[in-house]
């Protein structure tokens, strides 16, 4: 599924987080690689995937976006 041009507004809009630096927030880089990459499945059996851009090649996301994720699984 491609993104909408709301949905990269939104990631944009909000402060950027290199997922190489999200220990800090209590994720491991490997897990939110296959977050963002495979996703999971939620209760309804959709796959949910953590939103993610590339930037400069580095792969980043958002505090809000990694909550919009947990919203969304359960």
Same mark, same amino acid.
């Given at each position: 599924?491609? /993104? ?10 909000? &402060?950027?987080? &290199? ?35 590339? /930037? ?11 909550? /919009? ?6």
């Amino acid at each position: 599924k491609r /993104r909408t041009g709301l949905e990269l507004r939104r990631i944009l809009s909000e &402060p950027l987080i &290199p997922l190489k630096n999200t220990t800090a927030l209590g994720h491991k880089y490997s897990t939110l690689m296959n977050w963002c990459m495979r996703g999971l499945f939620n209760a309804h059996h959709q796959r949910v995937k953590l939103e993610t851009i590339k /930037r400069g090649g580095i792969r980043v996301t958002s505090k809000e976006a990694i909550e /919009r994720f947990y919203e969304r699984i359960s």
